[in-house]
């Protein structure tokens, strides 16, 4: 099982398997499956990304955008509409994972859930916003152009 962290989303932990204990009467190998109640669970592995490597991501992601021949002003409005978009995602995944959690009481998953529908409805207007400018920007533009924009918008 795969358990990535809300808090940090760079931490990825992998959980391990306890280490089977040794019978001291023989090699018998029939209880290395049956569970041991004193065996301590081992660490397992942990992954850390630097920042320096969610920017280079960053920067990659964006490099079809950026050696484009569309204008400036068209090219940030398509890196935004990629970040938020990328947002939006994670909220929703975010959403998803507090309706099904059960460890909070009722009372303050009904508090986050709709914190998070919130912070999901203002994405969503700021994307929509984004769009509308780009929209705007591209009115003038020739037709290579809106098709280049429509071909990066898909990506």
């Known amino acids: 099982m795969l358990s990535i962290g809300g808090v940090n989303p760079s931490s990825v932990h992998i959980p391990t398997?306890?280490?089977?204990?040794?019978d001291a009467v023989g090699d018998?190998?029939?209880?290395?499956?049956?569970?041991?109640?004193?065996?301590?669970?081992?660490?397992?592995?942990?992954?850390t990304?630097?920042?320096?490597?969610?920017?280079?991501?960053?920067?990659?992601?964006?490099?079809?955008?950026?050696?484009?021949?569309?204008?400036?002003?068209?090219?940030?409005?398509?890196?935004?509409?990629?970040?938020?978009?990328?947002?939006?995602?994670?909220?929703?995944?975010?959403?998803?994972?507090?309706?099904?959690?059960?460890s909070m009481t009722p009372e303050a998953r009904q508090a986050r859930l709709t914190s998070l529908q919130s912070e999901v409805t203002s994405l969503?207007?700021?994307?929509?916003?984004?769009?509308?400018?780009?929209t705007k920007a591209m009115k003038d533009e020739p037709p290579e152009a809106q098709i280049e924009v429509m071909s990066l918008m898909a990506k």
Do not use: C, H, W, Y
Not at 28 to 38: E, F, G, I, K, R
Not at 50 to 69: E, P, T
Not at 124 to 134: E, F, R, S
């Open 17 to 22: 398997v306890p280490e089977p204990k040794k």
């Open 28 to 47: 018998d190998t029939s209880n290395l499956l049956a569970p041991q109640a004193d065996a301590k669970p081992v660490e397992g592995v942990a992954v």
């Open 49 to 102: 990304i630097s920042s320096a490597g969610f920017q280079a991501v960053k920067n990659d992601s964006n490099k079809d955008i950026d050696d484009s021949n569309l204008k400036d002003n068209i090219k940030q409005l398509l890196k935004m509409i990629r970040e938020l978009k990328k947002q939006l995602q994670d909220k929703m995944a975010e959403l998803s994972a507090a309706m099904a959690d059960t």
């Open 124 to 134: 969503q207007g700021a994307l929509a916003t984004a769009q509308t400018q780009l």
